[in-house]
Each structure stands twice: as C-alpha cells, then as structure tokens.
C-alpha cells in the first residue's frame, strides 16, 4: 500500500535529498531547510501515511480524514493529489542541492552576525517587545485576539500593534548575548513562554514554532553542541505539547468530549499525534489544487498585480488587496467543498499555489521563487542593515516559506514592511537616547569636572 504509492516515494526521497543538501550547508541555511524539510514531512509524508494505514471514515469535526479522499479511495486520491507535490519537491530538492554543491566548492568561512549584541539593536528590539506585548495583553483582555485562520480581526489596530512583539521576541532570542550562561537560559525561557502564551491565546501553532527556530537559528549562529541539540528538541516538542495541553484546558466538558469522540476512529498507538497532524494540514492544499483545473483561478496580470499591491500599505490603495488565503478558501477550496457558510484563511502551500496558477510550469515558478526566498532569508540575518535583518527575523517567525506561496509571502511581507518602518523609528529614538546618555556620563566616568555654563566653549 505505501510502497505502491510511487509519489510518497517520491517525495521520501526528496526530502531526504533536501537534508543532503543541508548537511553540506553551514550556518542558518542549514538550519532552515531542515525545518522546511521536517515540516514538509509531516504534511506530505506523515499525514498520508496514517490515512493510508488507518483508511478512516470521513466524520464531522475531522479534518484528517478529507472526504474527498475518501469518496475517491485513499490509495487513488492521495496518489493523485501528491503527483504535483512529487514533482515540485524533486525540482526544489535538486535547486537546493545544486546551490549546496556550488557553495561548498566556494568554501566560504562562517560569517559573523554584525549586529548580534549591538546594543542599539538590543534596546531596538526590546522596546518592541514590551509594546509588542502590551498590545498583545489589551487584544487579549478586550476579546479581540484574532485566532488562527481568521480572515480579520476584532481589532485590526491591536493586531497590528500587536506585531512588533513577534519581531522583539524573535530578535532577542537569535541576536541578545548576555554575558553569563544563567542569563542567557532565563531570558530565553522568559520569551519561549511569551510566546507559548501567545500562540495558546490566537489558538496558534506559529508562535510557538517561531520561538522554536529561533532557538535554533540563534544555536545555528553561536555554535552547535549536543546539549543545544537536545535542548531545541525539547523546547519544539514542549511548545508542542504544552499547546495542546493549554488548549484542552480552553475547552468546554462538550468540545473535549467531541474530540475523543472523532479521535475514538483511529487506533490508540496514533491518537497522541492527532493533534499535531491536524496543524500540519498542506495535504489538504495539495487536494484542492486535485480538484481544480489548472490555470482557472487567476491570470498571469492578475498574479503580478496581486503581488506588487500586497507590498503596498493598504492606505495608500484605493481598493483592497488581494487576500491569498481568504481567495484560496473560496475560489480553490470552493470548487470541491461547500465554503459558503465559512469564512476563513488557509495555507495554500507554494507547490498547490503554484499547480493551481500555471499547470507544472506554475509548480517550477513557484519552487524556485520559495528557494529565491529561503536563500535570501537566510542572508537577511548577516546583514550590516536594520532593515534586512529585521525581515530576516520577521520570517521565522510567520513560515512563509513552508506553508504559503508566491501571494501569501508578498502579503506577509508587506504586513511587516509596516512594523519594520515603526522599528527604525524606534531605532532612532533608541540611538539619540544612548547619545544622549554618553554626551551627560562620559565626563563624569573620565572624573574631569564639568564647569557650570562651560557647555559649547572651545
């Protein structure tokens, strides 16, 4: 049954070439791939595994189970949906490998990170944080707290506002360098909380995630160890488990029971791991993109349009923007599922975004732009600049490049583009404060007196 499934197979073997590759990379690009490689794997690998063994009857309030699939045959349906993934994955795999052979052959030395420990970037982030934050406590207290897959929040201010603290925690976690190790695990543990609570609180499992690939992205740059290795395990599979267990203590007597009513279906030895199936959902994507013809969705204008508009603030515009995973839901999804009833934002995946635009042609397109991405992302964090740094740090926390394609990166890019602006701002201030601070200490730590009314004489 799995062996006779040629595209798993297929993609078996691309993303353990996608692992290659990034075994002979160093710094954060290793890093990062593997990620791309481990969450690709629980989507299109570990989902259709359990379906294919399991063969589950399609139940309300089940997401695992896709009815389509089921009224197709499992064995069919997923060998279909996966045909266009299977191509996709191979063609990234070989582009990222290719790229790995080429910088190998530069053997480039390891980089330092210009503005780790800077404390211009350190006070930068941290004032983020705390306003970050306070936004995020007052969405909370108000009940406007978006969840995941809203199309809109309560309060799209607070939202925003509620934005830089994702940057702060995230900067802090990868570029902070305080000087003793017990410093380092408290505020480390501090942020991976706040951002446990965060994800707990907009029913999320991207918080927590990000916070996760910061710590790796942070022991990426700082060097590995065996105790590093073990230790951003058991923050990933922490904010895992510490989720769910949260969520569960969200829920209502009647929704926990409705839950282990649907989770009753399948086998004790897989129940634990439904809850985090159900996170990983681009299978789901992958048969959309099954169920609609090629090239129906949007023009090649409409798609160029659509992406020089996402980075574009929307006040400037005279219409609205494009929505990529709303349009998804209701053109792509709607085509094989009733949607009328639902409002809601989904992960389109570059490769059934890219299948649904353009045929395998649009699948080429849009590997190759999701590794243009992934490649640069990873530059970002070397940089001299505020400003790629700052989008460097943006994108681990929000996974555009595992989970969305071309116009859900360029929508996500131009959300930050507005909190990148309010960060440089903070910046300045941040820096005329330090100035400010040398120009009235400097004197008296060298000892020398200042004269009353000496100010500005030669």
Request: glycine residues 10%; aromatic residues 8%.
């Amino acid at each position: 049954m799995l062996i006779g499934n040629t595209p798993l197979m297929i993609i078996v073997a691309a993303l353990v070439t996608m692992v290659i590759a990034a075994l002979l990379l160093s710094g954060v690009l290793r890093v990062l791939l593997i990620a791309q490689a481990v969450y690709w794997a629980m989507s299109y690998v570990a989902r259709p595994v359990v379906l294919l063994l399991v063969q589950p009857a399609a139940a309300f309030g089940d997401n695992v189970a896709d009815p389509r699939l089921v009224a197709l045959g499992y064995d069919r349906g997923i060998e279909k949906a996966l045909t266009p993934v299977a191509f996709g994955l191979v063609v990234y795999a070989l582009l990222l490998l290719g790229y790995a052979l080429w910088s190998r052959r530069r053997g480039r030395a390891p980089r330092p990170v210009p503005l780790a420990g800077d404390p211009d970037m350190i006070g930068t982030l941290a004032v983020l944080y705390v306003l970050g934050t306070l936004a995020r406590l007052a969405s909370v207290a108000s009940g406007s707290a978006g969840a995941a897959g809203e199309v809109a929040s309560a309060s799209p201010v607070l939202s925003l506002l509620a934005m830089p603290a994702t940057l702060g925690a995230v900067g802090l976690i990868v570029l902070a360098r305080p000087e003793r190790n017990r410093d380092t695990l408290l505020l480390l543990g501090f942020l991976v909380l706040g951002e446990l609570w965060w994800t707990t609180a907009i029913q999320s499992k991207t918080p927590v995630l990000g916070a996760a690939l910061a710590v790796a992205v942070r022991f990426a740059l700082t060097g590995w160890t065996r105790q590093k290795v073990l230790g951003i395990g058991a923050v990933s599979v922490a904010g895992i488990v510490g989720f769910d267990w949260l969520q569960s203590l969200k829920s209502t007597p009647y929704l926990r029971a409705q839950a282990a009513s649907v989770d009753a279906a399948y086998p004790e030895p897989v129940r634990p791991f439904l809850s985090l199936l159900r996170r990983f959902d681009l299978l789901e994507a992958a048969t959309d993109a099954y169920f609609t013809e090629p090239g129906s969705w949007l023009t090649p204008d409409q798609v160029l349009t659509a992406l020089a508009r996402s980075l574009v603030p929307g006040q400037l515009l005279s219409g609205e923007k494009l929505q990529a995973g709303t349009a998804w839901a209701t053109d792509v999804r709607g085509a094989s599922v009733d949607m009328s009833q639902v409002s809601v934002s989904l992960a389109e995946g570059s490769i059934p975004e890219g299948y649904v635009l353009g045929g395998y042609a649009g699948v080429v397109i849009g590997v190759v732009f999701t590794a243009i991405v992934l490649i640069a992302w990873s530059r970002a964090l070397y940089a001299r600049h505020l400003v790629p740094v700052l989008f460097g740090i943006g994108l681990i926390e929000v996974p555009v490049v595992f989970e969305r394609g071309m116009l859900g990166t360029a929508e996500t890019l131009g959300k930050y583009l507005q909190v990148v602006v309010l960060a440089w701002m903070v910046r300045l201030a941040v820096g005329e404060w330090r100035r400010h601070r040398e120009r009235t200490t400097a004197p008296v730590a060298a000892g020398v007196p200042v004269p009353v009314g000496s100010e500005g004489k030669q």
